[in-house]
């Protein structure tokens, strides 16, 4: 059975520019969730998507946002991005237990 | 929710046991307590989860007390592959925004 995958491994923008990840999740999961982690750091909760609404939100600003598809994958959005914004962004799918995909490393210059 | 700390490192020896503790004080009742293992640049990795008592799978042991403020992962037998940043998550299995993540600790295994 095929895992989170995630797209694109790498990402870089210059600031300013928006920038789109998207998550596919495990055949069956109906929730997907997005986690930013900046290098060295904890995992920061940013997004959860079930059913093709959003569910919850973190403590991010409103440039962040997403969207989940009919097929339960799903797309982040960050716009007007910022040197801040350089980070590794991970997409988790959920029937309980979450499992994550690889990530999307993206870098702001 | 739940706050939860964890030590920020811990070093040990091949062969050895790792015991990684997790303190949750404000853990509500419909709390599930997670442990994710995670290698620099890639997703964390589900290990173990558990409610209660003590939950065993083929590759950890998790033990949680009656009053459930803390949780404790068991590592049998490391090896070097096992050196890794290990997270613990306390929180609603089913909404990520009412679970909280420790900051990890980093597991350094020695020859």
């Known amino acids: 059975e095929a895992g989170v995958t995630q797209s694109p491994t790498h990402l870089i923008k210059t600031r300013g520019q928006q920038a789109t990840l998207r998550c596919s999740p495990i055949?069956?999961?109906?929730?997907v969730y997005w986690y930013q982690q900046a290098l060295g750091l904890g995992l920061q909760f940013l997004l959860w998507?079930?059913?093709?609404?959003?569910?919850n939100r973190g403590n991010f600003p409103p440039r962040f946002s997403g969207r989940q598809f009919p097929n339960y994958s799903s797309e982040l959005n960050v716009n007007a991005l910022e040197l801040e914004d350089s980070a590794l962004y991970l997409c988790?799918?959920?029937?309980?237990?979450?499992?994550f995909g690889p990530g999307t490393r993206l870098t702001v210059l | 929710l739940a706050k939860t700390t964890q030590p920020i490192s811990m070093d040990s020896y091949e062969g050895q046991e790792v015991n990684i503790t997790c303190s949750h004080n404000?853990?509500?009742?419909?709390?599930?307590i997670t442990w994710y293992q995670q290698f620099p640049s890639q997703g964390p990795r589900f290990i173990i989860q558990?409610?209660?008592t003590k939950v065993t799978n083929e590759v950890a042991s998790l033990f949680i007390p009656a009053d459930r403020k803390s949780s404790t992962l068991s590592l049998p037998r490391v090896s070097l592959s096992d050196t890794a940043v290990y997270y613990c998550?306390?929180?609603?299995?089913?909404?990520?925004?009412?679970?909280?993540f420790g900051d990890g600790t980093t597991l350094t295994v020695k020859p």
């Open positions: 998507y079930d059913e093709g609404e959003e569910r």
């Open positions: 998550l306390v929180g609603d299995r089913t909404n990520a925004g009412k679970s909280t």
């Open positions: 404000n853990i509500a009742t419909n709390d599930y």
């Open positions: 055949s069956g999961h109906t929730s």
């Open positions: 988790a799918s959920s029937l309980g237990e979450q499992f």
């Open positions: 558990g409610y209660k």
